[in-house]
């Protein structure tokens, strides 16, 4: 499955953005769908995961803020960000495995290509 990572912006501290995930290639609903994020010189943070059957998993320091969903219909997740502030500035990832539901990520196979959030102060 190809992953494609999108929504991302410049946008400014407080605003909201909701990243989305799009994939070709196979069916997306039988994936768990996971979203990390990145900074330069720092290892890939895990936020979220979700499974096919919609069962989310946040990492402790992502809880409410960050919401994670998926629409299999249109072959899609998202993850929704709400009052972003500059340290959420980062280079967003969705992956995806077929079995593992978990935040490693070597627990997931296939990553999309990120897209970039800027937050200004």
């Known amino acids: 499955v190809q992953l494609q990572a999108s929504g991302g912006g410049l946008v400014q501290a407080g605003a909201s953005l909701r990243l989305s995930c799009t994939a070709s290639g196979r069916t997306f609903s039988p994936y768990v769908i996971g979203w990390f994020r990145q900074t330069p010189g720092k290892e890939r943070e895990f936020i979220a995961a979700?499974?096919?059957?919609?069962?989310?998993y946040y990492a402790d320091s992502m809880k409410g803020r960050f919401t994670i969903s998926r629409d299999n219909a249109k072959n899609a997740g998202y993850l929704q960000i709400n009052s972003l502030k500059p340290e959420d500035t980062a280079i967003y990832f969705c992956?995806?495995?077929?079995?593992?539901?978990?935040?490693?990520?070597?627990?997931?196979?296939?990553w999309g290509q990120g897209t970039q959030v800027t937050v200004s102060s």
């Open positions: 992956a995806a495995d077929e079995v593992t539901y978990g935040s490693r990520v070597s627990d997931y196979d296939y």
């Open positions: 979700i499974t096919s059957r919609s069962n989310t």
